[in-house]
């Protein structure tokens, strides 16, 4: 069974500071990764999806990358900003169950100015 | 962009009641799905959909039904609500699985 971690639960930096965001997943057969942000009381936004086949994917001053056979993705946030605070979600799609994403617990950012 | 509609934000209702959520989303996508998230218990898959009329139990089916009529229409059911379903519901739609998957804003459902 696909379990998916992210560490630390929360974190809080200065503006401007470059972060790095933890994911770690048991089953490394998996279709593909993505990261969402969820604001308080709000739905989740998709950030970024990495399939399997991929290192990398950027948007923006956001860097999310894949190692696959280690069960890691990293979140990587150039530049914060008080507008990046917000809890950050992983979930990957497992080749074994494909139709279901499995979620991290999150973390949440706070970024001051 | 992909739009993923709920039809309420807030909603209380009395257990014992039938309570229906509804989900629209207006990209064509083939799949649909239903979750709920709880503090420290995160996001749970309640049901899925991967076509019109078709539906599969997600990991907490019980309690709830779901249906799909048409393919941008994805509906949540409490068929009598209890106050253990008082939660946050995420419905969310996705084209295929090598796509991502859009989520709507969410609807806050209190059974008292």
């Known amino acids: 069974k696909q379990e998916v971690t992210q560490i630390p639960a929360a974190l809080s930096v200065p503006e401007g500071e470059n972060l790095v965001l933890n994911c770690s997943f048991t089953?490394?057969?998996?279709?593909?990764l993505q990261w969402f942000r969820q604001d308080p009381g709000k739905g989740l936004t998709s950030l970024l999806l990495?399939?399997?086949?991929?290192r990398e994917q950027t948007s923006g001053r956001l860097n999310a990358s894949l190692d696959k056979s280690s069960g890691r993705s990293t979140l990587y946030i150039a530049a914060s900003q008080p507008g990046d605070s917000a809890t950050y979600l992983c979930?990957?799609?497992?080749?074994?169950?494909?139709?279901?994403?499995?979620f991290g617990t999150g973390t949440r950012l706070l970024v001051s100015p | 962009d992909v739009k993923v509609t709920q039809s309420s934000r807030y909603l209380v209702k009395r257990t014992g009641e039938k309570v229906f959520l509804e989900c629209v989303q207006d990209?064509?996508?083939?799949?649909m799905f239903w979750y709920r998230q709880d503090p420290g218990l995160g996001l749970r898959l309640i049901y899925f959909?991967?076509?019109?009329?078709?539906?599969e139990k997600g990991d907490i089916p019980e309690g709830y039904s779901v249906s799909r009529e048409k393919k941008e229409r994805f509906s949540l059911i409490l068929e009598s609500a209890s106050t253990n379903q008082t939660s946050m519901y995420l419905c969310?739609?996705?084209?295929?699985?090598?796509?991502?998957?859009?989520f709507g804003d969410g609807t806050r459902l209190s059974i008292l």
């Open positions: 990209m064509d996508h083939e799949n």
């Open positions: 979930a990957v799609r497992s080749v074994l169950s494909f139709q279901k994403l499995v």
């Open positions: 089953d490394s057969a998996i279709y593909n």
């Open positions: 969310a739609s996705m084209r295929q699985i090598n796509q991502p998957q859009h």
């Open positions: 959909s991967y076509d019109v009329k078709m539906k």
């Open positions: 990495i399939q399997s086949s991929q």
